[in-house]
Nanobody
């Protein structure tokens, strides 16, 4: 049974930084797509960043390019989202996701697995 466990959310002032972690367990595939989506109150869920664990290829939303960095530690089956220069509009629940294809996940927002989410709050 696959589980995704997020950690690292919290509250920070604008301009600050946070790092989210997502640890996957129960996965048999060595290569997979993992990443982050977010949803703010009253808004639709949006893709933030994805990484293909096979070759490290990444996808980023335009709104976070240059500020957020997704990375991986394959030995720990964990992906990270380093978030710098945070803005109030980054406030949302952040969800880890895992899927068999990054391209499909980025287009359809329907992963094989979701984490339970971690809250990020950025105050002005």
């Amino acid at each position: 049974q696959v589980q995704l466990v997020e950690s690292g959310g919290g509250s920070v002032q604008a301009g600050g930084s946070l790092r989210l972690s997502c640890a996957a367990s129960g996965y048999t595939d060595s290569s997979k797509c993992m990443g982050w989506f977010r949803q703010a109150p009253g808004k639709e869920r949006e893709g933030v960043a994805l990484i293909w664990t096979g070759d490290g290829g990444t996808y980023y939303a335009d709104s976070v390019k240059g500020r957020f960095t997704i990375s991986q530690d394959n030995a720990k089956n964990t992906v990270y989202l380093q978030m710098n220069s945070l803005k109030p509009e980054d406030t949302a629940m952040y969800y880890c996701a895992a899927h068999r294809s990054c391209r499909d996940l980025w287009l359809r927002y329907a992963p094989d697995y979701w984490g339970q989410g971690t809250q990020v709050t950025v105050s002005s």
